[in-house]
Structure formats: C-alpha cells, structure tokens
C-alpha cells in the first residue's frame, strides 16, 4: 500500500505487528453470480460455485460495520475474503441487536458473528463428513475447500445444497488470533464502487413506481401548535397531488418530486398558536447556572466525605464548565419511505433502530408487529438522530392515511430546526488537594432535560481519588434532546479533562504526571468499584506521551493532553498548537486507542480520524441558540461546521492486543476537546471554558 | 411545462420540467439519477458539485432554464468504467465513512484538477473548502487527490 508521508495536514499511519496495510481496494477477484444459493443460516447463504453472501445485520452509518462484521463471519467460516459478497439485512427475528448505537456493533455482535460463521463452517465439514463416511474430527478446511487426511476434497460450493439441510451443531470451534487470516486485515468498504460511482444507496435514494414525495411543515418554535391552515395555494402547484394535516401539527405536501413539494409547502399559509413555554437560551442559562449549585436529590456517585475533605484542603479548586444544544447535521437529512402492500406496512429508509421503529408504527398503525417491515438503507451519517425515528413514523402515519408509496423528505431547515439536540449542560468541578494529593473531586451536572448517565459516574477519576461525590440537576424543557455521538461524555470529557490540566498546573506537576499517578492510585482501589481499566488507561497514556514528543517538544510547540474512557474503549489524544502570524493554529493531534483486537485496521483508523475531526469542529464552532422556542440557525450559512483546511494533521495507533474488539465509532471524539484547549491553553496564556471556543478565542483549526 | 433537452454525460435527455427547478432534482428526481446529493439546496456543502462544461457547479442553485446546451457531468459519468484517476484513488485510500458527501468531493476535486494538474495544500484546501463531510475524511481527501496529482 501507499503509505504518505505527513505533509501538512497529511495522513500518517501507525500499525501494530498483527496488521497489514490496505489491500489495493476493490480487486476483489469475486465469482459470476450462481445459479442456485442455499441458505446455511440467517447470515450465510452459499451458491454452487462458492460464492458466498453474508448479510450485515446492523445499520450502516458509516462505521463500517458493513465490512467488518461480515469479516467476522468469513474468518470463522474460513472463506477467501474474494469469494464473499455483502448484503445488508433487513430487521429479523434472526438478528439480535441491529442497533448502530453506542459504539456496540462489534463488541455486542462478536460472539454471535463468530459463532455464525464457526456453525455454518462446522456444517459444511459435517456434510463432507457424512459423504466420504469419515470423522469429522480428521477434515481441514482451508478456504472455503473441505480437506480429508487422504488428500480428498470438496468445496463449500460443492457441499452446500445437502449442508443446507444440515443439523446444526451444539460443539463449535473458534479461532484463536493467531489463525486469523481476515480479521486484523485492512479490507476496502464493501460499498466503495457504489459510493464512487453514484449507484443509489442511501434512503434518500430509495425510487419506487408511483411513489410521492412528501414534505411537511413543522412547528416554527418550541412550544407552539397547529391552529389552522389554507392549502389554496399549495395545491395550485403543478405537481402536488394532496395536503394532509397529520401528526396533529404537522401538515404535509404530496407531490410527484422533491422540489415542488418543497415548493408547495412554502406556499402552505399557516397559523400557529403557542401552547406551551417559548425558551430562551438566556433563561436556559440562568437556570442552569442555579441548577450547578444544587444536591441532586440522590448521588450519582458516593465515596466518603466531599465536604469534609473540601473543609481540610490546602487548595481547592473549582471551576464551571458550558456549552450549547447542538444539532446532529447528518449530511443526508432525514428522509423514510413507507407503503402499504397487501395490509402490511412496508418501510425502508435510515434509520438506527429499526426494532424500535416497528413497535412505535405497531402502535400508530393499529397493526401487528408481523405486518410492520422495516428495511434499513445506507445511512449518510447517523450521530444519534436516526435513534430516533420521528421521520419512520411520519412516513409510516402518510402511507396508512394515504394508502400511497410515500418517500417523506426533511429539507436542511426542517433538519436543523426539528431536531432530537445535545442538550445544553453545565458543569461544575472542584477538587481539594492535601499535602500534594487529590483528595476530593465534586461533580455537577445542570442540563437542559436530562443526560444519559448510566454508569458514567464510575468512570475516571472513580477509584482514584478518596472522596468523590456526583451530582445530576436537569431543567425540563419542550425542547426536543437526545443523543448526540458520544453523549454526555462529548462535553464532559473536554470539561473534566481541561480541569484535570488546570488542576495539575496548579499542583505543580506535569499533567502526564497526574494523570499516572491517578490511574496507578486507581489499580489499587478495586473494591470502590469503578468502570475503566487503569492498566489501559496507563498504557495509551503513555504511549501517547511517547509517540507525541511529550516533554521533548521545542518552545514553539504547545501540547495538549487528554485521556478518556468512553464506550468500553480508552484513548489517549495529544493535540499539538502552533503559533501562525500570531494566532494559535491546530496542527496535529495524536492518538492512541486501545479497543481490543482491530477487525479493519485501515478502517478502524478513518473512524479515530472521523471522531477527532467531528470533535475538533464542534468544539471549535458549535453553537445552537434558541429565541423563543425558535431554532437561531437552520442552514450551514448560520450554522459553522468544519472545512478541509481546518482539519489537523493525524496519526493513529492501535495498542497491539489480542482482548475481545471493543467499539470506535464514538471514543476518539471525547477526549479531544481536552487536548486542544490544554494546548491552546498553553499557546495564548488563556483557559477556554465555554464551547464554542471560536466565541472565546481566535482559533485557527 | 417548458421542455429542456439537457446534454449529461454525453447523452441528450428530454424532460419536461418548471424552468425553476435546480439541476439537482431534475437529475435525482425527473432522471432517476440519484448520485448528485442534497446536502442544504443553498450551494453550502457541495454535495450536489456536478461539471458544466468541466467546470464544477452546485446543481441544488443551478436552474434548468439557465443551463442550456452546456456539457453536464455527473458522479455516475465522470468516468464511463468508474476508473477516473480521483475514484481510483478513492478505492485505494479507502476514502469514504458514511460516503453520502463523496460524490460531491470527487466531482469538486476532478474540476480543480483538470484546472491545475499539480495543486498546491493551499489550493486544494481553498478548492475543496465548500465541500463539507460531516463525519471528518478530510485528511482522506486530501491524501487521495494528492497522489493523483501529478
């Protein structure tokens, strides 16, 4: 493979002994189509010829998993790569968990994704088995070809008809890393020719006879409701062929394309009345501002005395942390196509839990879970909106209303001003320090609705500080709020890494310092109970020193550390701050993961990239106000993203390891925000402590 | 409806269409040519990027009526074996995450060179700076139009 070289916001790669570079994609030597498949077993099916097709089960968001949990099955089923061909599956009772949520595709799916392909391999043996009236025990298998001691042979093409009928076996064999020929290597996404060639994909492709598209008007603010409408107008566009009030305030154009449905529902002259609190992000803020200095009713986390700590400490410190909403801004806004066909609701479109999907259309459509399918396109970009599928059930709601082929389109202001947000939070952080050690850390949560906090308290610094107290506060709000890639720990994370920076300045110690001291306190304090692992976190930590320079970098060079825990994964992220005609210019950031075994190595490194870019960005640039209920920006011309020019040079590492995979779709953003405002903090002299902090500091990205 | 014959990928299309409508839906929805993306419909995220006259445009703020007998290109023949230079170099990078801004970026990057054959960071950058990707392949991009670069 062609490795460049780092030139400027160039592409560096670091791999580990157990993997390789990328394959020339796509010379996959792949067999004509068979006459005949047989069905192995949910994931696998076989043609005469060896072809194999292996279904993806999980939504394709653009995490790969559509390449790399097929490679699970093809390294147990002991296949050629070449020889297989993918296919998304649809929604099944013969799937668990088609979920792309949490970074779990893989480390959810790794037992059941080996085991598939281990059960159908062991099958195919079997039949080999039983027609050459051998024990099974004495056959090999080498790809995809059924080897006897006597030197016989028979292919999975050859045996597949009768291994079709096969009695699936109870004792299985799995590999171990050592044995592994796919897994670990960097394979080309299975979509790319479709993807460089423009074929449909994706759910806003989705084109299926006499279909109509539908675009929908949608409350102009929070807090307000449908009062009446005059379609006069709309309908006189050539083009639409009906207006329908539905989702009680929602009222949607039908028309025989995208553009004059958009049209015709600018046309829609509607009133709206308000039913409920139009919000501001001024009272937001003054709300929660009160909220950090509160107890939640019940402590998150509890160990020891806080307040008596805080009482004995030589310094404390403590500081509040802020950042904004932010909307997801998938690239391909939200869209879903529904029909009814013989009193069965047939949907496809994006969408990250299609199992969900078909309860809550269960439920609107008064039909049985068995009518209801749902088939899952290609995503262009998930980030948590597509958990939530306001848009199925709206294209679900039309179909049954209109019993026609409806593809519902969101336009870009519909997306960005109807949104599930990352919610406004606050934090406020205090630690106590006594004789040169940490001895309190205080957590306070205030958010606009509520976080997703699970078991996020026994995160770091969990087990490594004596006395630790967190505490949660949520101001309700009609503000739509959900998951956002990463959520909670995406602001969290920068708030409780920045502090720990500050924290450690203030103690006179190097951060990479404190940050081992911390872990090492943690390794021995097991029984407090807490959920990462200090001998990973010490591991990425200082191999990120490592590959960094840190400690060795020149004058000019300012770096930045962060380490996180997110997802099952530890990453550590060194962001390195350049001065350019005197305004701090993010160059480089640095980062090592540990997440197991690497299915996809070339993979797996543009997802570290992807998160670091998308954390980098809305750090730097995100910023979502309300007025009155109504969205402050609907369009990228109000609304900063990050560009190419912007995006810092990286260099990925995977720690070599051969633990069960752990996920990356979400980990490396976490901990970016950190690192770059520890090392800008160490360019221009100045704390950053509200995102976005392009509003605090001129940034070059 | 007035009617327009459009030139796109060296084939001539009739269609019969409100002389307002972009480029982009005529292409997505009147022709079934669903590889030129929407992203925003306001020329901010280069998904729609296809070539008139090799030239790239942002077909969501291009109306039909002003289009005429240019050349249109889009992604789906840009390269009649899909092996243009840019989507070869796609396949070897391994370029895309979710892939929906792709199209868009090549198209961008196929003009810009066909321009300048040897572009500077610079220039690539202020080329491609109207192109967005949200989940972050920039460094991707990047790499893979500097290794067609000559």
Not at chain 1, 77 to 86: A, G, N, R
Not at chain 1, 455 to 463: L, Q, R, V
Not at chain 1, 540 to 559: C, P
Not at chain 1, 598 to 615: F, H, K, L, M, S
Request: aromatic share 8%; with cysteine; proline share 5%.
């Amino acid at each position: 493979m062609k490795l460049t070289s780092a030139m400027g916001g160039g592409l560096i790669l670091g791999f580990n002994l157990l993997t390789s570079c990328a394959e020339p994609v796509n010379k996959i030597v792949a067999k004509a189509l068979p006459e005949n498949w047989y069905d192995i077993n949910t994931f696998i099916k076989i043609g005469e010829n060896g072809l194999v097709t292996i279904y993806s089960p999980n939504p394709e968001i653009g995490q790969n998993v559509k390449t790399s949990m097929p490679m699970i099955v093809a390294e147990e089923l002991d296949v050629k790569w070449e020889d297989v061909i993918v296919e998304q599956a649809p929604l099944s009772e013969g799937f668990t968990r088609q979920v792309a949520g949490g970074s779990q595709s893989i480390r959810k799916g790794w037992d059941s994704l080996r085991n598939a392909g281990a059960t159908a391999k062991q099958m195919l043996v079997n039949t080999a088995a039983k027609k050459w009236e051998v024990d099974a025990g004495s056959l090999t298998v080498i790809d995809g070809v059924v080897i006897s001691k006597t030197g016989q042979e028979l292919t999975y093409g050859e045996l597949a008809v009768d291994a079709a009928g096969a009695e699936v076996p109870k004792d299985i064999t799995l590999k171990t890393p050592k044995d592994y020929k796919i897994i670990g290597q960097s394979k080309g996404n299975v979509d790319i020719d479709k993807l460089v060639s423009g074929q449909p994909l994706f759910g806003i492709d989705t084109r299926e006879e006499g279909m109509l598209y539908a675009a929908a008007v949608r409350p102009p603010s929070f807090g307000m409701a449908l009062e009446s409408f005059d379609d006069t107008a709309a309908r006189k566009v050539p083009g639409v062929s009906d207006v329908i009030q539905y989702a009680t305030n929602k009222v949607a154009v039908l028309a025989n394309n995208t553009w004059t449905a958009f049209k015709a529902k600018a046309l829609l002259e509607v009133k709206w009345k308000t039913t409920g609190k139009l919000e501001s992000t001024a009272d937001h803020d003054k709300a929660l501002l009160a909220l950090l200095d509160k107890k939640s009713a019940e402590p998150r986390r509890k160990d020891g005395n806080v307040e008596k700590a805080f009482a004995d400490a030589d310094m404390v410190l403590e500081r509040t942390y802020e950042a904004p909403f932010l909307p997801h801004n998938c690239l391909e806004p939200m869209n879903f196509f529904a029909t009814m066909k013989d009193g069965k609701l047939i949907g496809k479109g994006p969408i990250q839990t299609p199992a969900w999907a078909q309860t809550r259309i269960a439920d609107i459509t008064k039909l049985a879970k068995e009518d209801i399918e749902i088939g899952m396109t290609r995503m262009g970009g998930g980030f948590g909106r597509r958990l939530y599928g306001d848009f199925s059930d709206e294209a679900a709601e039309l179909a049954q209303k209109t019993g026609k082929s409806i593809q519902l389109v969101f336009s870009r202001e519909d997306d960005m001003s109807s949104g599930t947000y990352r919610p406004a939070s606050k934090y406020k952080i205090r630690a106590a320090v006594k004789d040169g050690e940490v001895t309190a850390y205080h957590l306070t949560e205030a958010c606009i609705n509520g976080n997703m906090f699970d078991s996020i308290p026994n995160y770091f610094p969990a087990g490594s500080i004596d006395n630790m107290r967190v505490d949660t506060n949520a101001e309700k709000s009609n503000i739509t709020t959900g998951a956002w890639r990463a959520p909670y720990t995406n602001f969290l994370a920068y708030a409780e890494q920045s502090f720990f920076d500050e924290l450690a300045l203030e103690m006179e110690k190097d951060p990479l310092d404190l940050r081992l001291e911390l872990f090492e306190k943690a390794k021995v304090n097991k029984e407090s109970g807490y959920e990462y692992d200090p001998e990973r976190a010490i591991g990425v930590t200082k191999m990120v020193a490592e590959k960094s320079g840190w400690g060795k970098q020149a004058d000019d060079v300012h770096l930045g550390l962060s380490v996180y825990f997110s997802h099952n994964t530890h990453v550590a992220e060194v962001a390195e701050v350049v001065s350019v005609d005197g305004v701090p210019k993010i160059k480089k950031i640095t980062a090592v993961v540990d997440c197991g075994i690497v299915i996809n190595p070339y993979a797996a490194t543009n997802q570290i990239e992807g998160g670091i870019i998308d954390g980098i960005g809305h750090a730097l640039y995100g910023d979502f106000q309300f007025e009155n209920g109504r969205a402050g920006a609907d369009n990228f011309n109000t609304y900063r993203m990050i560009r190419m020019n912007e995006a810092p040079e990286i260099e990925v590492h995977f720690v070599p390891s051969e633990l069960s995979p752990t996920g990356l779709g979400e980990p490396s953003l976490p901990p970016v925000g950190g690192a770059i405002a520890n090392a800008l903090f160490r360019a221009t002299g100045k704390r950053l402590y509200k995102q976005p902090f392009v509003n605090e500091n001129e940034v070059l990205g | 409806m007035p009617n327009y014959t459009l030139n796109i990928n060296n084939t001539n299309h009739d269609v019969s269409v409100d002389q307002d409508m972009p480029l982009l839906w005529v292409l997505r929805d009147t022709l079934g040519m669903v590889g030129t993306k929407y992203g925003c419909g306001i020329a901010q995220c280069g998904a729609c990027t296809v070539h008139l006259n090799g030239g790239a445009v942002r077909a969501c703020s291009v109306p039909v009526s002003v289009v005429g007998d240019k050349k249109i290109t889009t992604i789906e023949g840009l390269d009649k074996d899909h092996m243009h230079p840019l989507q070869e170099a796609w396949r070897e990078f391994d370029v895309p995450q979710c892939g929906y801004c792709q199209a868009g970026q090549i198209m961008n990057a196929a003009a810009l060179l066909k321009k300048k054959s040897s572009p500077s960071d610079e220039e690539i950058d202020n080329a491609m700076a109207g192109n967005l990707c949200r989940c972050g392949t920039y460094t991707r991009i990047k790499a893979a139009i500097k290794s067609v670069s000559k």
